[in-house]
């Protein structure tokens, strides 16, 4: 029960600038290779020692590394440093992908949501079509 955003990259630079107010984007790694583990001896050893910018790398490639198979999608994570809702700049959002077997009123709900917001933000449902022995995804427009 997927959901993904599609954004803007003009607002995603902006995004990228709040890492004062602990939030960041980071560019996905993809790779063909096995996924990178988090060790948290060098995580702690980078604490303790104080040099923290090995950490954040690692800990940055750990939950934004995916299959290189996946490169198309252009992919950007945001992490907080906080606990619970991040508030994020609602224009860097175009689009909103719902995963086939997410629950209809998950559905509702996101779509009440984008319609209380205003502005243009596209609304679609992600299915997969099996051709035979192939699989494509099928996007279409979601009007609830």
Known sequence: ????????????????????AGIA?????????LLPVLSLKT?????????RENSVED???????????W?????ARIFSTKKGWNNIDPDCIQAVYLGEK??????????ACLDA???????????ID??????QLRIRNYSG
């Open 130 to 135: 099996t051709c035979g022995r192939e699989y």
């Open 43 to 51: 995580y702690i050893d980078g604490f303790i020692s104080g040099n």
């Open 102 to 111: 997410m629950p209809d009123w998950k559905k509702r709900a996101i779509k």
């Open 1 to 20: 029960c997927g959901l993904c955003f599609s954004t803007s990259s003009v607002h995603l630079a902006a995004v990228r600038l709040q890492e004062r």
């Open 59 to 69: 800990i940055q490639k750990t939950f934004a590394t995916k299959s290189g198979g």
């Open 25 to 33: 984007a980071a560019d996905a790694f993809y790779s063909d290779n």
């Open 117 to 127: 917001k205003g502005g243009q933000v596209d609304l679609c449902e992600v299915a």
């Open 71 to 75: 490169s198309y999608e252009q992919e």
